[in-house]
């Protein structure tokens, strides 16, 4: 079944959307349903034609302002939000008129009442239209029994008061989770709307779905690219910070490609689309973006399931205190009157704003910080364990050196150099490792030439190297097993550089020597990760000096070389058998298995690359390493930002929650633990926004 996705404007209880996931999920005409708060995006898999009427129906019934439609737009509420400011300053108003001194006592209660009916129809409405529908546990219903509790004890000021309150603060919180959710999302604003393509001499306007492979768009300058492109013409400048988290230009040569979602820095320029938008860089990491937060973590699933268990109890807990002293004083209606100002309080404490607002939006905020630095988390669930990585095993070619080999020297054993590095050139002619290909740029480049013809029955021997037909004879070309098991000894002479070993009509002949340097960033980035006290491991098919030399050179701790593919699988199941999370950092090309088998797989350089983004569960769009240590600082102080929010807000909870037991707290005290404390969570949680390198 294809998914189907509905947006809903004016979502901003996490409460009600828990509740409306829930009900979601219970409907027979909908399956996999999975309802993104922060997006206000439900999708889910249609099995009936009702499906559409029967969520409408349940959004109806648990937020009546919610609008359901089926298409993106617009959502700032601001009418919405000036309606409530001018409501609740009227309502401070009229409450502030009772406090004349000349004014009688019965137009004084009248003010107080009409200030409360005023800030708090709409919570009364829904409280009583809740109950109706036996869904009471909800914040409408317990601050209306709190309220109205207290003006039937006398209290008509605190009432009030407590009703504006809380309106007030909800109010501010409101209006900071808009603000959170617009900077968070500010990413999937990079969607274009429009795309200005070029068809029979004319510019046209398209929308970004409609634009066809070889059609030409054309760009001004601070305009950003739609969809990826090869650049027509002369070279160009654009900003990738988008894409790369990088702010520093990057000029792209003729007929280059050019992802979508970076901005022309030159003046106009023409492009050639070579993607569809749906399989576009920036749609990609649009959907991981939108995704992200439908990946809850262990810390966010408890939360929800404290969240339905944590209300009612303290709601039962506010009718004993009331009713236990009440009986035991033998129907004493002072003991009543006293004990039942208790238990409000614990009515107005209950609601778990606090934890259901904060703990998603802290893990969201984490999400989104790292993306403005090119690093892609997929959900809140790989924070939590990349915050607990104790071990990280890397890829050696391509992720700790550059991939960018320059041949070093040639050994001609039975066969001059020229014939070694001819013969080694012939065997990686199909091939497109970057070793192939650095040896068939030296051998071009020294004036070579290569005719395929003379090339057939290529095979290509995983962890081995290439086997096949030249000149009517057996060529052989890869490490020493490869001629091992083809019957030829090498000789015995080791080098610390990468190896290609050469063999031809059953004899060795020589061997090609390449280097690889050390990426930049690469040696600060394992020397942070020991201070932190991860342990690094370098896992390389490469041969023991080799592997020997990279990880001395590096600093990492351990090492394992020769290993084929499946072999740094094995081995990276072996570390996972310890308990100890376990990441793995490759390139997302030929290190998907060990992506996809460890904690966490980290794909270093992936920049439009869909296996990486498909397989790994953290990004790094760009090639620098050196953002692993970034990743793990955002997970670690996302979790800390998370866990100080709960403690924060249960540890009020429970304080003001004894101490108003006790007879030591009031109204005011409640309403800080429910609505203050919700607001002061809501900005820590912010704080995962800023990321440090």
């Known amino acids: 079944m294809e998914k189907t996705t509905l947006y809903f404007k004016g979502l901003d209880c996490p409460n009600c959307t828990e509740k409306i996931a829930d009900r979601i999920k219970k409907l027979s005409s909908v399956k996999n349903s999975e309802l993104n708060f922060m997006t206000k995006k439900l999708t889910y898999e249609e099995v009936s034609k009702s499906a559409i009427s029967d969520i409408k129906n349940i959004v109806k019934e648990i937020e009546p302002d919610v609008k359901v439609v089926e298409a993106a737009g617009s959502d700032s509420g601001e009418e919405t939000t000036l309606f409530d400011f001018i409501r609740l300053i009227a309502a401070l108003l009229i409450f502030a008129a009772s406090f ?37 546990f909800d914040e409408c219903f317990l601050m209306t029994v709190a309220t109205a509790g207290a003006f039937a004890l006398g209290d008509y000021r605190e009432a009030a008061a407590v009703m504006i309150f809380y309106q007030i603060g909800e109010f501010f919180q409101s209006y ?71 702010s520093v230009p990057v000029s792209v040569g003729e007929n280059s490609e050019v992802l979508s979602g970076s901005i022309s820095l030159s003046k106009t320029v023409e492009l050639e689309v070579i993607r569809p938008f749906s399989e576009s860089a920036m749609s990609k990491i649009l959907d991981m973006v939108e995704n992200a937060s439908a990946k809850k973590a262990k810390t966010e699933r408890f939360i929800t399931k404290f969240a339905k268990i944590y209300t009612p109890v303290v709601v039962i807990c506010a009718l004993m205190l009331v009713f236990i002293p009440y009986l035991a004083s033998g129907f004493s209606f002072d003991a009543f009157k006293n004990w039942g100002y208790r238990s409000l309080l614990f009515l107005v404490v209950s609601c778990p704003c606090a934890l259901v607002v904060s703990v998603p939006l802290g893990f969201f905020a984490g999400i989104g910080g790292a993306s403005r630095k090119g690093i892609l988390i997929k959900g809140a669930n790989n924070i939590e364990i990349m915050s607990n990585v104790r071990r990280i095993a890397f890829d050696k070619t391509g992720t700790l050196t550059s991939g960018k080999f320059k041949v070093s020297s040639i050994a001609g054993i039975n066969a001059d150099e020229k014939d070694v590095l001819k013969y080694c050139a012939y065997a990686e002619l199909n091939s497109n490792h970057p070793i192939a290909k650095s040896i068939v740029d030296e051998y071009i480049g020294r004036g070579g030439t290569l005719d395929e013809s003379l090339v057939s029955h290529v095979t290509e021997i995983s962890g081995r190297g290439v086997k096949e037909m030249f000149g009517g004879k057996t060529l052989l070309a890869g490490n020493r097993r490869l001629l091992s098991e083809n019957g030829i000894d090498t000789d015995d002479k080791e080098s610390a550089n990468t190896c290609v070993y050469v063999g031809y009509d059953g004899k060795f002949i020589g061997r090609v020597a390449l280097e690889d340097d050390i990426k930049q960033n690469a040696r600060s980035m394992i020397s942070r ?63 998907a298995p060990v992506l996809a088998r460890a904690d966490i797989g980290i794909s270093m350089g992936a920049l439009g690359s869909d296996i990486a983004i498909e397989t790994a569960d953290a990004v790094i769009m760009n090639d620098d390493v050196g953002k692993i240590t970034t990743l793990i600082n955002v997970c670690k102080k996302t979790m800390r930002i998370v866990k100080a929010n709960i403690v924060f807000a249960i540890f009020i909870k429970i304080l003001v929650l004894i101490l108003g037991a006790l007879g030591y707290a009031n109204m005011w005290a409640a309403v800080f633990a429910d609505v203050g404390v919700a607001l002061m969570c809501v900005l820590n949680s912010l704080r995962a926004l800023s990321i440090r390198e």
């Open 529 to 591: 990760l020991n201070d932190m006290g991860v342990e690094t491991v370098m896992l390389t098919g490469d041969r023991e000096l080799a592997a020997s030399s990279v990880a001395k050179r590096l600093g990492v701790a351990k090492y394992r070389s020769e290993l084929l593919p499946e072999g740094k699988v094995e081995y990276i199941e072996q570390m996972l058998k310890t308990k100890e999370v376990t990441a793995f950092a490759g390139d997302g090309i030929n290190d």
């Open 100 to 136: 004349i001194p000349k004014i009688s006592l019965s137009v004084s209660i009248i003010l107080i009442v009409l200030a409360y009916a005023v800030s708090g129809y709409d919570v009364v409405i829904n409280c009583i239209r809740n109950t109706i529908k036996l869904r009471p």
């Open 176 to 246: 900071a989770v808009k603000r959170s959710r617009k900077s968070i999302t500010s990413l999937l604003e990079l969607r274009p709307d429009k795309v200005s393509v070029k068809r029979d001499g004319e510019i046209i306007s398209l929308a970004p779905e409609q634009v066809k492979i070889s059609d030409v768009v054309v760009l001004k300058a601070g305009e950003r690219v739609p969809l990826d492109c090869k650049l027509l013409g002369t070279d160009a400048d654009f900003d990738m910070s988008a894409l790369t988290g990088e």
